[in-house]
């Protein structure tokens, strides 16, 4: 009778992780719901603590290996540099949202979500969520017009278009990615969503979340199985490109057409934008961060970014830059207590929080883990596993990299996707 007792509060348990954990990746998409959230989250890590104690004890508490033990050191290297840093009260506060429950979300999904069906299941709650999220934009935009999509007058009246590429950076791969695992009806309605929010994405002239989302299609085009499936994205970027081209041609006298032809011109002529410091003021931003670096670049000045702009209005630096850097004396002599100008740059941006110990073990984390996921790819012969490794994981990974190259989207809820689509990797793996 015991043991009868022990079994049903075990399926209890399992069922209150998987169906709060779903809830928690479904409403992490929308704004204004972050009691329910907190709930959702701490009602799954209950949970699942229980389950790793009480049911789990013939396995590993965590599963020890190259990719764990990777990103362990670099959780404590940012753990140190919050102590060690500036305020760090604030820095432990912000540590425990921006990197603890990530890494929560992480290994939960790792131990408990041990086969594909299990990790399809989840991942199909942000998928959706994102689809519902998109349809409030649309419906949104039937007020203002095409105009909604990029004019920038019209942002501060916006509630559901606001945010919306900060949220497609790891989505959309990821529901490329699941489009591509589903054998359902269902994957054509998908297939309906996931042309609206590349269109929408590339409406709003975000030239980081495009190049992101561009890369993320090329490499459905280039490893996609079975070919079918590379042939008929091939044939959405030809069709694009040809579409592309006529608008362009139809409304070249449009504003908003020199815009993308600005943004066109930046990307083709690197050289050019470099030496003006273009990038829509990204070299003195990063010129700027790098002095900052420099006073404690080991362990830099703890996590979290509330403490920049303290930083930047420090005396020191603006003297500094006045005589030897006036371009970036010009950037942020008057913003002084008025704005806040963050690197927009992933890597600088972690070196700040963690210094340069902390930016080498992050790397370290993310080279390791692609390294082993090229080379399960490599060695499989099953198409879904090769979609599932590089389009689905691979593509939410350097979709989520390569916009905060040049953006300040290094937090919220595309770090929480993002670990969680790391999860869902290392358990497939495993």
């Known amino acids: 009778m015991q043991k009868e007792n022990l079994n049903a509060f075990e399926s209890v348990l399992e069922k209150t992780l998987h169906i709060s954990l779903f809830i928690y990746l479904f409403l992490i998409i929308f704004p204004h719901t972050t009691t329910l959230l907190e709930i959702a989250f701490w009602l799954a890590f209950s949970s699942w603590a229980v389950l790793r104690l009480k049911f789990r004890k013939h396995e590993p508490f965590i599963p020890l290996n190259q990719i764990t033990i990777s990103i362990f050191i670099f959780i404590l290297i940012a753990l140190i540099a919050s102590l060690a840093g500036m305020d760090p009260i604030d820095n432990l506060k912000q540590f425990k949202g921006g990197l603890l429950i990530p890494l929560s979300l992480f290994l939960i999904i790792v131990t408990e979500y041990d086969n594909c069906e299990k990790i399809k299941e989840l991942l199909i709650a942000p998928v959706s969520a994102f689809a519902i999220y998109t349809m409030l934009v649309v419906n949104e935009s039937f007020i203002w017009g095409l105009s909604y999509y990029w004019d920038h007058f019209l942002e501060k009246y916006t509630v559901w278009l606001d945010g919306y590429t900060g949220k497609g950076i790891t989505i959309f791969p990821l529901s490329l990615g699941y489009f591509l695992l589903i054998r359902t009806n269902l994957r054509f309605l998908l297939l309906i969503f996931i042309f609206l929010e590349f269109a929408i994405m590339v409406g709003v002239r975000d030239i980081s979340c495009f190049g992101s989302i561009a890369f993320v299609i090329l490499l459905g085009a280039l ?3 079975p070919e079918i ?9 030809l069709t694009l490109l040809f579409s592309g081209a006529i608008v362009f041609y139809m409304h070249k006298d449009n504003p908003v057409m020199d815009e993308y032809k600005a943004k066109l011109y930046q990307i083709t002529n690197l050289s050019d934008e470099i030496k003006t410091g273009g990038f829509s003021n990204r070299i003195p931003m990063w010129k700027a961060a790098v002095d900052i670096i420099k006073d404690r670049p080991l362990l830099g000045y703890g996590w979290g970014m509330k403490k920049y702009p303290k930083i930047l209005a420090e005396e020191k630096y603006l003297n500094k830059w006045k005589t030897d850097k006036p371009e970036v004396y010009n950037l942020f002599a008057p913003l002084k207590g008025k704005y806040f100008l963050p690197p927009h740059n992933f890597f600088l941006e972690i070196a700040v929080q963690v210094g340069l110990l902390g930016l080498i073990s992050g790397i370290a984390f993310i080279g390791i883990y692609l390294f082993q996921l090229i080379k399960i790819s490599i060695r499989s012969n099953s198409d879904m596993e090769r979609n599932f490794f590089i ?13 905060n190259l040049m953006s300040d989207k290094l937090g919220g809820i595309s770090v929480k996707i993002l670990f969680v689509v790391l999860g869902a990797g290392m358990a497939k793996k495993e």
């Open 391 to 403: 389009i689905l994981i691979a593509g939410t990974i350097l979709g989520f990299i390569i916009p």
């Open 223 to 225: 490893f996609a199985r």
């Open 229 to 237: 499936y590379r042939f008929w994205i091939r044939a959405f970027i």
